[in-house]
């Protein structure tokens, strides 16, 4: 897949290294010269670029991008504008770095569904979502084993967890459930909840919207997914 990475500070640099190590094609975009040239050996390409100038950032090729990601921290503003863009040019997915409630509320506003918070791992966590589509959360242990919160694939829709085979066919283990529900609040208004299941029977029945939490190898979860 390609991708195209807005700012390669210490987060957008580490994403965009970690992209390029799991074999997608990275484009690297800064400001600044000396940062350009400093990863232009580790990602497939980088450019100096203002991102916030109008015609500067025709010349990226933003529709040939699977997603677009603006890991600006050090600007709230800037990051602002460059999603502002982005969407003008009808990027198909942007995921914004956020830095305050206040910043993600505005892209909440401009429809960004996508976000990916500042804490140490995150960079690693968001190159495992876009490496494996289908990941929505994941925590790396030692060596190559991960906690993976994953949407449950179409083929298994309907069947037991007993039925899925998940130890046997991928070295994977089943945590548990995610399953959404929809119950009334206090205020008697219907809202939708993130219900964790717990133990889970072999019998247990898997449903359309589902969430996995499964334990393995990244390579198993890999094999699961495709």
């Known amino acids: 897949m390609k991708f195209i990475v807005f700012g390669l500070g210490s ?17 690297g975009v800064d400001h600044k010269v000396e940062l350009v040239e400093k990863y232009q050996k580790t990602i497939t390409h980088t450019i100096a670029l203002d991102a ?9 090729p933003l529709n040939e991008v699977d997603a677009a990601i603006i890991g600006i921290g050090e600007n709230e503003g800037i990051s602002i504008m460059v999603t502002a863009l982005l969407i003008q040019h009808n990027v198909k997915r942007i995921i914004c770095r956020v830095t305050s409630p206040l910043q993600q509320v505005v892209y909440e506003a ?8 500042p804490e ?11 490496d494996m589509p289908g990941i929505l959360n ?3 242990f030692r060596n190559d084993y991960r906690m993976i919160e994953v949407k449950v694939p ?4 309907g069947k037991t967890v007993e039925s899925m085979k998940l130890n046997e066919k991928y070295k994977l283990i089943l945590i548990t459930i995610v399953r ?3 119950r009334k609040n206090i205020f008697g208004k219907e809202t939708l909840y993130h219900d964790v299941l717990g133990y889970i029977d072999p019998q247990t029945q898997v449903l359309p919207g589902d969430n996995l939490l499964l ?5 198993d979860i890999k094999s699961f997914i495709d």
Not at 11 to 27: A, K, R, Y
Not at 154 to 157: A, F, G, P, S, T
Not at 215 to 219: A, M, P
Request: cysteine-free; proline content about 0%; hydrophobic content about 45%.
């Open 215 to 219: 334990f393995g190898t990244q390579n």
């Open 138 to 140: 994941s925590f790396r």
């Open 110 to 117: 401009m429809n960004i569904e996508e976000f990916v918070y």
């Open 11 to 27: 987060f957008g640099s580490s994403l965009s290294v970690q992209l390029v190590n799991l074999g997608h094609e990275v484009i």
């Open 180 to 182: 959404d529900t929809v």
């Open 154 to 157: 179409e083929r298994y829709v």
């Open 120 to 130: 140490a791992s995150s960079a690693e966590r968001l190159a495992m979502r876009l």
């Open 52 to 60: 916030t100038n109008a015609e500067a950032i025709k010349q990226l």
